[in-house]
C-alpha cells in the first residue's frame, strides 16, 4: 500500500487535513490497482492479489478467487467508509475540482518521486496516478 501512502504525501499540499482521511479516500483505488483489477483480461492473480484475497478472507468475505477476494475487499471498505460518514471524493474534504485539478500536476509529480512509490507492488506511472486521482477528484 506504499503507492497509497506516496499519494497521500501529496493531497496534503491542498488540504491541511489529518492524512487518514486522504488515506482511506485513495485506498480502494490504490487496492484496485495494485491487483490489476482494472486492466482488461488481467489474471487476478498477482502477488498483491493474492494478499489482498488473504485479507477478504481474513476478515469473513467470501474470496474463492483473488479476482473475487479483491472485489469484496474493495466493496467492504467503501462500505465502511460510507457506514463511518467518511469522504467519499475531494469535494466532500471541502477541496473543489478546480483547486484539485489546480494542484494535480504536483501532486503526480512528487508521488512518483516519493520513496513509497518506488517501494509499490507494481510499476506505477503518472497515467496511473492520474486515474486514481480521477476517481477522487469529483
Known amino acids: 500500500m506504499s503507492r497509497e501512502e ?64 479483491v472485489a469484496n475487499l474493495i466493496a467492504e471498505i467503501q462500505r465502511l ?6 469522504p467519499q471524493c475531494m469535494s466532500e474534504c471541502g477541496v473543489s475540482v478546480e483547486e484539485f485539478n489546480k494542484h494535480r500536476e504536483e501532486i503526480v509529480r512528487r508521488a512518483l518521486a516519493d520513496a513509497c512509490t518506488q517501494a509499490n507492488p507494481r510499476k506505477v506511472t503518472a497515467e496511473d496516478i492520474n486515474k486514481i486521482l480521477d476517481h477522487i477528484a469529483k
Open 81 to 86: 467508509l460510507k457506514y463511518m460518514d467518511r
Open 6 to 69: 506516496s499519494v497521500q504525501h501529496f493531497l496534503d499540499l491542498i488540504k491541511k487535513s489529518r492524512r487518514g482521511k486522504f488515506k482511506a479516500l485513495v485506498l480502494p483505488y490504490v487496492i484496485e490497482f495494485n491487483a490489476d483489477m482494472a486492466r482488461e483480461g488481467a489474471k487476478h492473480s498477482n502477488d498483491a492479489a493474492k494478499k489482498y484475497q488473504k485479507m477478504a478472507r481474513i476478515v469473513g468475505l467470501p474470496a474463492p478467487t483473488p479476482k473475487v477476494g
